[in-house]
């Protein structure tokens, strides 16, 4: 059936603006009710008091945050790195490492997402070598082997796409070169240093497969490719790359961030960019219900302009099923438009199918976050 037969009935009720997200009523707040994550049909509600205006938040749909970081364990393989959040189509690691990895690594479960939030070093896999730095997204497909040699610490978010792969989203009507050209996306090269690292000596593979790990023994390096030819490699792309897409009189969906999609879930990139300068415009992110997915956001740098006492590598967690937003301070800044610019950097995950949160999560968990919207 498809998925474009929505009962829909475009209808206007009591005081409401004819444009979602800007000229609101006086004294309103505007509730965005929407479905298939800002897709599909969606309704504005215009309430007296902030949506968000809850004095208490008992149970297990509470908003979550931690700090991803202090959960990262260095030196471990990739794949046995601390899990925060996982269904059966995406698990959500942080990974530190500060020394050479003396194996290889291989995902046969599904394609592997890398961002490097902090550190610089080299990586080579099947296809060659590739420096990275800190804001690389580096695509691993399923079944690459690859390891890095980090220049001191490396930490990194490593999301997998179980049984899927990632892909670029449809960039519609904006054409195939928004956001970023397909020509940014940097490849590996067979070069001077990934002949040097080719050696004879023994060398183990890691792989995991259905969650299990099998090592195999090789007594030859073999990333030793003479060179290769097609369309299926690692990739990788910073976020400085990402030209973003605004209107300065429309506060759009995050959905437009999109930076790659996979068969459940979609990873969204928020970068700087100019903030709205329409005066009926909202200039912070609206009250929304999204009642299809769970809304996972990693700061990676900056001022997260709709947040407040969050810093740099903590996550939030905002399961389906109840309205969430700014925080009280950052919606009165933004009501102020003192601001012409934002300077965050974050990465953002809607996964349609719910997510488990980790033992190692709630352990750094701030467990004070929902009362954050609180204005007394």
């Known amino acids: 059936m498809s998925s474009k037969n929505w009962i829909e009935f475009p209808h206007i009720e009591g005081e409401a603006s004819h444009q979602a997200h800007a000229d609101l009523p006086k004294g309103s707040y505007e509730r965005e009710i929407g479905r298939e994550g800002f897709f599909g049909p969606a309704t504005h509600l215009y309430h007296r008091h902030p949506p968000t205006g809850w004095t208490s938040f008992e149970g297990p749909l509470r908003p979550r945050a931690f700090d991803a970081v202090k959960a990262a364990e260095e030196n471990g393989a990739a794949h046995t790195a601390p899990v925060l959040l996982s269904n059966t189509r995406l698990q959500m690691r942080i990974w530190a490492c500060d020394r050479p990895m003396k194996t290889l690594a291989r995902n046969a479960d599904g394609d592997d997402l890398l961002f490097v939030h902090q550190g610089e070093g080299e990586l080579f896999c099947d296809f060659g070598h590739m420096s990275y730095r800190d804001g690389d997204y580096i695509v691993l497909p399923r079944g690459a082997m690859w390891r890095i040699e980090p220049k001191g610490r490396t930490v990194a978010l490593l999301v997998e796409a179980t ?29 001077a240093a990934f002949r040097a690292q080719a050696d004879e ?17 090789y007594p030859f390096n073999p990333l030793d490719a003479m060179g290769w030819k097609g369309n299926l490699s690692v990739v990788k792309l910073n976020w400085r790359d990402i030209r973003p897409i605004m209107s300065h009189r429309y506060h759009v969906p995050p959905s437009v961030h999109s930076t790659f999609v996979a068969d459940r879930f979609v990873v969204c990139t928020f970068v700087p960019r100019p903030i709205e300068s329409d005066p009926g415009a909202l200039k912070v992110p609206f009250f929304h219900s999204n009642d299809d997915f769970d809304e996972v956001i990693f700061y990676h740098q900056g001022e997260f302009f709709s947040r407040d006492n969050i810093r740099p590598g903590m996550v939030t967690f905002h399961p389906c099923g109840f309205t969430h937003g700014p925080h009280p301070k950052a919606f009165a800044a933004g009501a102020k438009a003192a601001k012409t610019m934002t300077d965050e950097v974050a990465v ?22 929902a009362d954050s919207w609180k204005t007394k």
């Open 348 to 369: 953002m995950i809607d996964a349609r199918d719910p997510l488990e949160m980790s033992a190692c999560a709630e352990a750094v968990e701030d467990k004070g976050y």
């Open 201 to 217: 000596r023994e060398w183990k593979v890691v792989v995991k497969r259905r969650g299990q790990l099998t090592t195999i023994t």
């Open 163 to 191: 049984d899927s792969s990632y892909k670029l989203p449809d960039r519609g009507i904006l054409g195939p070169h928004a956001q970023f050209d397909p020509a940014m996306l940097d490849v590996p090269k067979i070069d």
